[in-house]
């Protein structure tokens, strides 16, 4: 069960319209938190919004692009006046996927940006007030993208392995003020955007996770930091981890390959 006292009265999640986002909401909600719900699209922001105020707590709304210049603006007007307890950013993706030497370089800036810089900014807002308080919790979301490079979404890759390390260095840093900063790693998961993007779920002995679950498992170690891997991935992350590097780099794309039905 989610402590109120360290965590509450208000959360507010990034990207939590839909998925693993819709499904922390939810587990929030129940647990008897108010919420602050940032995603781009309104229409499922609005629908996962109706279906956690069902548990009796407030939701507010805020149908956002992340890369907007006046992101930060429009989230310090929607949340300064209140109590914010718990930051969740699930907001990273690979917004932006190709061969890096003969892509657009605007396009992975884009990816940097709100895999990086927004993460930095909400983190760095949110995470002053909790230690002034001397309480509070901040999620992020990581990949195993992030333990090593990928073909056609190297800055995706990179940006998640600067996000774990940022973590840790959070984590080092709030801790002793009585924050709790966790990195949850995510493997494949079953999230709307996966299913459009055409993965292919039914690779014998893939783990594929369900947003609740990993959802209810990350809100249960929110203070076990600075990184918690979900899912049963934790092997997975060891090995990719490992050396030598080329030998597994080139297996995990082997593997990507077969993820994304490319040949």
């Known amino acids: 069960m989610i402590d109120k ?7 507010v999640i990034a990207g939590g319209s839909e998925g693993v986002g819709a499904a922390f909401a939810d587990e929030l909600a129940q647990a008897g938190l108010n919420l602050v719900l940032i995603a781009r699209k309104p ?32 989230v310090r007007a929607a949340t300064d006046d209140v109590e914010v307890g718990l930051m969740i950013f699930n907001a990273g993706a690979n917004s932006y996927g190709h061969e890096f030497v003969t892509g657009d370089l605007d396009g992975f800036r884009g990816v940097i940006d ?23 919790g901040v999620m992020l979301l990581g990949s195993l993208a992030g333990y ?17 390390v940022f973590a840790e260095s959070l984590w080092l840093e709030l801790e002793p003020h009585g924050v709790h900063v966790v990195e949850l790693i995510l493997g494949v998961t079953r999230t709307p955007a996966m299913v459009r993007a055409g993965l292919n779920f039914d690779i014998p002995g893939m783990l ?6 990993v959802a209810r498992e990350g809100l249960e170690h929110l203070a076990d930091g600075p990184v918690w891997v979900a899912g049963g991935n934790y092997e997975a992350a060891e090995k990719r981890s490992g050396f ?10 082997e593997a990507m390959r077969k993820l994304l039905n490319r040949k």
Not at 5 to 11: D, I, K, R, S, T
Not at 148 to 164: C, D, L, N, P, T
Not at 208 to 213: I, K, L, N, R
């Open 5 to 11: 006292n360290q965590y509450g009265p208000w959360a």
């Open 43 to 74: 229409g499922p922001l609005e629908e996962t919004a109706e279906k956690v105020r069902a548990h009796g707590v407030e939701v507010r709304t805020l149908s956002l692009d992340l890369l907007a210049a006046d992101a930060m603006d429009q």
């Open 114 to 136: 709100l895999n990086i810089t927004r993460q930095l900014e909400l983190s760095h807002h949110f995470g002053a007030r909790m230690k002034d308080r001397g309480r509070g």
């Open 148 to 164: 090593m490079g990928s073909e056609h979404q190297s800055i995706y890759a990179a940006s998640k392995a600067f996000s774990r």
């Open 208 to 213: 594929v996770a369900e947003p609740e679950d």
């Open 244 to 253: 030598p590097r080329d030998r597994m780099v080139k297996g995990a794309a």
